[in-house]
């Protein structure tokens, strides 16, 4: 049999040969492994004919390099990179200097709170051993990923995705390396805000997603996305797993999908065993949003400490201090052997994963999938008749 055929104006965009991409994912149970969308995945997806974006955020800048390089010796398809560009961090609106230690900025009340929820769970706390910097710290003058940006840019990468805020600052210089520029978005204010921007397409991705995402449903946020941002093209996301959804999302006026959890559990996906088998164990209802992990709403894999959080109704300090705080809690649950309670960002289609596969085939499946129902089942099964 030769291969399914599945093409969209997202195809020539990019120049790929399916309408889907690999969401370039970061790290998970504490990134002690490092982000999840790495060389390994990124290279099969775009070798199967989709595209493949690393997750850079969690590489420092000079790791991302290598990344990227390697991803280059592994395909010679295009490829992605993609980084969190928030506008509201650590830092970010520190006039002055930053304490040698950081974590002096945690609000005692807050590490306390935490502390009793961790430790009612049976797992002693304890601080992450650290040494503090030399001197005190400058806080960043620009954003959070500043130095990968200037490595995505000279390292010239096919496609850029924000997954965060906006790439506006950094649109002229991607585009003059000829980078196609994507931006993830999660309700039509933004998304309207990136492509004024100057994006070449929106990802508009619903809250059905794993990791950072908002609140909107995906069926609703989708075709709002296309009618604000035309003549901009967008990409689906969220809640998308197999080729039903591709029909979906095409139906709903995306031309193509930009899907995470359905490749957390290929071979190639660089997370730890635990993490894949928490979601092929889930069912539909066993993710929840919290701020925990990062200070962003995150949707994971639930688990009692988040259970526990959400109920105590603590409010999550703002993004790289959350992180701060967590790498405590990352240092106690491993030392307790408790990674259960660790980050395990994953979307809703958790419940449809049933088994760990190459991802080329996860692809493959996908596609045929979609090929399938607009090609034979929906002209069988539906009798449609255009107004004339
Ligand atoms: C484990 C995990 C890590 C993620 N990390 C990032 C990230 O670093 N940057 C980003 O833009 N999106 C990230 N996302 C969100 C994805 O880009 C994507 O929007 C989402 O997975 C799509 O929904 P789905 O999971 O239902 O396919 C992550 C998602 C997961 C599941």
């Not at 921007?197 to 709002?224: K, N, S, Y």
């Not at 969220?238 to 031309?255: K, N, Q, S, T, W």
Request: aromatic share 4%; charged share 20%; proline share 7%.
């Amino acid at each position: 049999m030769g291969r399914p055929v599945l093409r969209t104006e997202l195809c020539d965009l990019l120049g790929i040969e399916y309408p889907v991409i690999l969401a370039g994912m970061g790290p998970v149970a504490g990134g002690l492994t490092g982000p999840v969308a790495t060389a390994p995945l990124v290279a099969a997806v775009s070798n199967a004919g989709g595209l493949g974006v690393i997750g850079g955020a969690g590489f420092s800048a000079e790791r991302l390099r290598e990344e990227i390089r390697k991803v280059r010796s592994m395909t010679d398809k295009p490829f992605g990179v993609d980084l969190l560009l928030p506008s509201n961090y650590m830092g970010a609106a520190a006039g002055g200097e930053m304490p040698r230690d950081p974590r002096e900025l945690i609000p005692a009340a807050t590490r306390e709170a935490l502390k009793k929820i961790v430790e009612d769970l049976g797992v002693p706390w304890q601080e992450m051993p650290r040494e503090p910097a030399a001197e005190p710290r400058r806080p960043r003058a620009g954003g959070m990923s500043d130095e990968q940006m200037e490595v995505v840019i000279e390292e010239k990468v096919p496609v850029f995705a924000s997954g965060l805020g906006s790439p506006a600052p950094w649109i002229d210089r991607l585009k003059a390396n000829g980078t196609k520029v994507l931006a993830l978005v999660g309700n039509v204010k933004n998304a309207k805000r990136v492509a004024a921007a100057g994006v070449d397409i929106v990802v508009a991705q619903g809250t059905e997603a794993g990791g950072h995402t908002g609140r909107v449903a995906t069926m609703a946020l989708v075709p709002q996305v296309v009618d604000a941002v035309a003549p901009t093209p967008v990409v689906a996301a969220g809640g998308i797993a197999d080729g039903r959804g591709i029909v979906a999302a095409l139906a709903l006026g995306a031309i193509g999908v930009w899907c995470g959890t359905a490749f957390l559990v290929s071979e190639e996906a660089n997370q730890p065993d635990l993490q894949k088998q928490r979601i092929l164990a889930a069912t539909d209802e066993d993710t929840r949003v919290t701020r925990l992990y990062s200070g962003k709403t995150m949707r994971n894999i639930t688990n009692p400490l988040i259970e526990a959080w959400e109920a105590a109704g603590i409010q999550a300090l703002p993004m790289g201090l959350q992180g701060l705080l967590i790498q405590d809690l990352v240092y106690s649950c491993r030392k307790a052997g408790r990674e259960d309670l660790l980050m395990n960002a994953a979307g809703q289609v958790s419940g449809m994963l049933n088994r760990i596969r190459p991802a080329a085939d996860i692809l493959h499946d996908m596609v045929a999938q979609a090929a399938q129902i607009l090609a034979r089942d929906l002209p069988a099964r539906v009798t449609a008749i255009p107004e004339s």
